[in-house]
């Protein structure tokens, strides 16, 4: 049974920083990719960033690259999402993933959910 324990998050200022840990067990590895996704109210949920975790490449949406990485240990089996020079837009539910897949529309998607934790940026 997968299950991905997420920890993290609150509270802001924009341009400060704040890392989201997800730490996984349970894995069988179907899809060796996990990712970060984020919703806020109102909108749809957005792929955040991608890792494949066999080899480290990753892949991160437009609005956020060059402030969020997502650097792995894969001794502790842990993702993490490192998040910098945070904006008010950045404010969202965000959500740990595994079994990262992308569906017919082209989107990210998974098959395995963290529980989710609020990030808050107040500008």
């Known amino acids: 049974q997968v299950q991905l324990v997420q920890s993290g998050g609150g509270s802001v200022h924009a341009g400060g920083s704040l890392r989201l840990s997800c730490a996984a067990s349970?894995?069988?590895?179907?899809?060796?990719?996990m990712a970060w996704f984020r919703q806020a109210p109102g909108k749809d949920r957005e792929g955040v960033a991608v890792?494949?975790?066999?080899?480290?490449?990753?892949y991160y949406t437009d609005s956020v690259k060059g402030r969020f990485t997502i650097p792995q240990d894969n001794a502790k089996n842990t993702v993490y999402l490192q998040m910098n020079s945070l904006k008010a837009e950045d404010t969202a539910m965000y959500y740990c993933?595994?079994?990262?897949?992308?569906?017919?529309?082209?989107?990210?998607?998974?098959?395995?959910w963290g529980q989710g934790t609020q990030v808050t940026v107040s500008s």
């Open positions: 349970g894995f069988t590895y179907s899809s060796p990719y």
């Open positions: 890792i494949y975790t066999g080899g480290g490449t990753t």
């Open positions: 993933a595994a079994g990262v897949f992308t569906d017919r529309g082209g989107r990210w998607s998974a098959n395995y």
